[in-house]
């Protein structure tokens, strides 16, 4: 290399220099937040650097949810789209897809399975529809709550996963919709502003863009993406501006101690999930009787249930302690790399956001958990809670944007 030649820059880098740009040229009697909203607001999604290969996966509408599960574990995503397989060739992307599968909907499917009937609770054909996008309704969070939880004999998931049913349930039966479209979609047309504001004031976990002209996907923005890309921005003058403030400073943790979820070591590991859906949180720690947090479990462990299940065969029950013990020495025997071989990822409340975003990208984690000087919990910062303090929704911003981007189907009968 010529001495003196910068390194070349990393598609998500580029990305931040055109914010270093935009934010030269702002007025100067504008705040800090309020220039990134605006040199955000001047940058087409389409400038977003494409998902990787993998994450590009779709799945047809007919597949199994056996089959469904194999292909979300082996490339390592939480979600994908889902294909209708009945759609003519130039169906517009609203009718070409039917939704998004997702583990945590697949996590709802098990739940209904691991117990008895409930008067509370819909018909299982109604529930299952509710799985894919994330919907819950309060009949559902009666039934999951801590008395239906029984402990799961090591057996169960074997049984489950080798059953007649697991194998013929459609990915397509499964699969419920948005109130506009099959999922909540942006254009390439759209800006960043809009993308971050999305994927976190509105708590979506990912975005697909869509191709109008062809009726396809064309990328899919994920938390974790957004993350990798500011992690890329360090050194950047607006990004050095903004991530050197302390946790504290930017008001974070949101959540307090008091109010953080978690499941006890010796309860059944299917309570941790059903918190988790029940609260709409991604993970819980799990903690020991004397009171600390010796793990976490997140929504996308589940799959350590259906993908190896032979792994908890020789527990009576499996706990959240049995859960996370099987889960590791499964890792360690196949010498595969993940967050649950690490302790609980911790920071402190003067740690810089910049010190928790080069950690989060670094570790391909979702959450950190704040703690004081003894090791005590003091709450939990996720993805969203991070790029929910680099922008602001200004007022009356989306408009009719919910209404004006997504068209009413025309068999809707909303």
């Given at each position: 290399m010529v001495m003196g030649e910068e390194s070349p820059r990393s598609p998500e880098a580029k990305v931040g220099m055109q914010v270093e740009d935009l934010w030269d040229i702002q007025e100067p009697q504008l705040s800090p937040t309020e220039k990134l909203n605006a040199c955000f607001e001047s940058i087409p999604v389409s400038a977003f650097p494409p998902a990787p290969l993998h994450q590009g996966i779709e799945i047809r509408s007919d597949s199994s949810l056996a089959e469904a599960v194999q292909i979300l574990a082996e490339h390592k995503i939480l979600s994908a789209p889902v294909v209708d397989v009945d759609a003519p060739d130039h169906a517009s992307w609203i009718d070409r897809y039917i939704g998004i599968v997702e583990f945590a909907g697949i996590a709802v499917w098990i739940l209904h399975q691991s117990e008895p009937p409930s008067p509370r609770s819909r018909s299982g054909g109604n529930a299952l529809a509710a799985a894919t996008n994330g919907a819950i309704s309060p009949l559902e969070q009666q039934v999951l709550g801590p008395e239906s939880a029984a402990a799961t004999p090591g057996s169960f998931f074997e049984s489950l996963t080798s059953s007649e049913l697991y194998k013929s349930t459609q990915v397509r039966d499964i699969s419920g919709s948005f109130r506009w479209a099959p999922f909540l979609a942006l254009q390439t047309s759209n800006s960043f502003l809009t993308m971050l504001l999305l994927l976190s004031k509105y708590k979506m976990k990912s975005i697909p863009v869509v191709d109008l002209g062809e009726g396809k996907i064309?990328?899919?923005?994920?938390?974790?993406?957004?993350?990798?890309?500011?992690?890329?921005?360090?050194?950047?003058?607006?990004?050095?501006?903004?991530?050197?403030?302390?946790?504290?400073?930017?008001?974070?943790p949101m959540m307090s101690p008091a109010s953080i979820v978690k499941v006890y070591e010796d309860e059944p590991v299917l309570?941790?999930?059903?918190?988790?859906?029940?609260?709409?949180?991604?993970?819980?720690?799990?903690?020991?009787?004397?009171?600390?947090?010796?793990?976490?479990?997140?929504?996308?462990?589940?799959?350590?249930?259906?993908?190896?299940?032979?792994?908890?065969?020789?527990?009576?029950?499996?706990?959240?302690?049995?859960?996370?013990?099987?889960?590791?020495?499964y890792l360690e025997k196949h010498e595969e790399s993940s967050p649950m071989l690490s302790n609980m990822i911790t920071c402190k409340k003067d740690n810089t956001i910049k010190d928790l975003i080069l950690m989060l990208d670094s570790k391909k984690i979702h959450r950190v958990y704040v703690v004081d000087d003894d090791g005590n919990l003091e709450g939990v910062i996720t993805l969203r809670d991070i790029i929910s303090r680099l922008v602001h929704e200004p007022r009356g911003y989306f408009g009719d944007f919910f209404d004006g981007v997504l068209p009413l189907p025309q068999n809707s009968r909303v």
């Open positions: 064309e990328n899919i923005i994920t938390q974790s993406a957004v993350i990798h890309m500011l992690a890329e921005c360090a050194g950047l003058q607006w990004f050095e501006r903004w991530g050197t403030k302390t946790v504290s400073e930017l008001g974070l309570q941790a999930f059903k918190l988790m859906r029940k609260k709409r949180v991604g993970g819980i720690p799990v903690i020991e009787k004397g009171g600390r947090a010796v793990g976490n479990i997140s929504l996308r462990d589940i799959h350590f249930l259906l993908t190896a299940p032979e792994i908890y065969h020789d527990y009576r029950s499996i706990t959240a302690r049995n859960f996370l013990t099987a889960v590791r020495d």
